[in-house]
């Protein structure tokens, strides 16, 4: 195993040494790096100044670790150029060739770029981080406590990590820096909108939930770096030259895999869909036991969000239940669409956030329903409603739509299980097309009839049921 990591750390050390060499990289690392603590601590002094003056010393204190955690931040995104020209700038200035024309295995060569994109950014975050805490001593300013400080620490190497292995999977994919810099903005913006996420914890006193964030991010870095070596191939970073949106391609690839060679709705039914969900196995049953937890989850949170219900309050529901029986009339069209293009919507959300996560965002939209759920069983039950009465509320639409939601969220997870195993012979396009395909295949031929004829039931026959039991 050494041996084999030999190669990696020696092309590492190569690269490192090369952009150290460099004082236009290294001038404007550093310069930044430096300054921006000294800007940060004296935006630090004056706000325990402002705070203080007016009593509100504990958003004071809880303002210094964000700063920190900034200023980790903002050396990697100065420093994300150095990885976003780890392949596709060498190949411009024709320097790649001879790395490529080594006998290295095509995983070491990628892992020694990506060590190498790694250790700058995280060296001149550190140093920032040091230079801002040892302003803070020298203005007499406390320091975070000791766990805070291990978790800004944590958060920001991982983030460095998922940021620059993100870096360096655009960088072997696109053709031009050019192209690199502009595609860097789906790396630096989604980051950036989790530290305002992180920062609005920090303020809130939720430090818990950052420890989720750090395993979140520990998870995204990892398939991250899967999938760059999963679709990284010098022969074909040495062929590709521009990349021309086809339209006619994208559309045959997308035909082929959402129709595949049936001639018939009937046939595609009979052997598309259901070849597709018996290779989705594996995600249904990892979705489902996702959507278990979300229940075990919501049902938990009864203890620190109980909600006592009284008579009055049993009487009100009767009330608020008859409402909604008035205002949904049985084959009423408009509620039932109503409710169905909530659940399509919220399906197309996760996918989006899947896309653009690898899948781990997509499960978070059924988890959550599922928490909801879970919330709303166990606090009819522990007030004293029978179980009867809690799963008539619930249990008519539910065993049609959380099926369905559970087979397009398995598509989601698929997708990103795909695009983490090795393809050599599709390009990371074409697998992102093809995922696509089968997710819409999934939504177009099971769930969306599916979910519409949930909404029916929810909207005509779930309101008259639970009132009948209510009362």
């Known amino acids: 195993m050494l041996n084999n990591l030999r190669p990696v750390f020696i092309i590492a050390s190569r690269e490192i040494r090369d952009q150290l060499r460099d004082w236009r990289i290294i001038f404007p690392v550093v310069g930044l790096t430096l300054f921006f603590p000294f800007l940060m601590n004296f935006t630090a002094q004056q706000m325990l100044g402002f705070v203080q003056k007016y009593g509100a010393t504990i958003v004071g204190e809880r303002l210094v670790p964000f700063l920190l955690m900034i200023v980790g931040f903002f050396p990697i995104s100065v420093s994300l150029v150095i990885a976003l020209e780890s392949f596709v700038g060498e190949k ?232 909604l029986v008035k205002a949904w009339p049985v084959f009423a069209v408009k509620p039932v669409m109503s409710i169905w293009w909530q659940n399509v919507r919220v399906l197309i959300l996760a996918m989006v956030l899947g896309t653009f996560s690898f899948s781990i965002l997509g499960v978070l939209p059924l988890m959550a329903s599922m928490g909801a759920v879970g919330y709303l069983m166990a606090l009819l039950t522990v007030n004293g409603i029978p179980a009867v009465t809690t799963l008539a509320f619930i249990l008519p639409h539910a065993v049609i739509e959380v099926p369905a939601a559970i087979l397009a969220t398995a598509a989601i997870l698929r997708a990103g299980v795909i695009m983490g195993t090795p393809t050599p012979d599709r390009t990371v396009g074409e697998v992102w097309i093809e995922s696509i395909a089968i997710w819409t295949k999934i939504m177009a031929g099971v769930v969306i009839p599916m979910l519409l004829l949930a909404a029916a039931i929810e909207a005509w026959i779930t309101p008259r049921l639970a009132l009948l039991l209510v009362k």
């Not at 302003?135 to 975070?144: A, D």
């Not at 192209?179 to 920062?199: H, K, M, R, T």
């Not at 430090?207 to 870095?221: D, H, K």
């Not at 990892?222 to 679709?231: C, E, M, N, P, Q």
Request: glycine letters at 6%.
């Open 92 to 323: 411009e200035r024709g320097s790649i060739e001879p790395l490529l024309n080594t006998p290295l295995q095509d995983w070491q060569l990628y892992l020694g770029k990506l060590l190498s994109s790694t250790v700058p950014p995280l060296t001149s975050s550190f140093l920032g981080m040091a230079v801002y805490l040892g302003g803070l001593r020298i203005q007499n300013i406390p320091w975070p406590e000791t766990p805070m400080m291990i978790l800004i620490v944590l958060l920001t190497i991982v983030q460095a990590i998922v940021m620059v292995s993100g870096a360096v999977v655009v960088s072997c994919q696109a053709t031009s820096v050019r192209a690199a810099n502009l595609l860097a903005s789906f790396i630096v913006i989604p980051v950036a909108l989790l530290i305002q996420g992180e920062s609005i914890l920090m303020f809130w006193g939720t430090y818990s939930t950052l420890w989720w964030a750090v395993f979140g991010l520990m998870v995204m870095a990892a398939l991250l770096v899967r999938v760059g070596l999963a679709h990284f191939q010098r022969e074909e970073l040495l062929g590709r030259e521009i990349d021309v949106l086809n339209a006619r391609w994208i559309w045959r690839v997308f035909k082929k895999s959402f129709w595949g060679d049936v001639r018939s709705l009937a046939d595609w039914y009979r052997f598309e869909i259901s070849k597709t969900i018996r290779s989705m196995r594996i995600s249904i049953l990892i979705t489902f036991v996702l959507a278990l937890v979300g229940i075990l989850l919501g049902a938990d949170l009864i203890h620190q969000f109980f909600i006592p219900l009284d008579q009055e309050s049993l009487a009100e529901l009767d009330e608020r239940i008859g409402l």
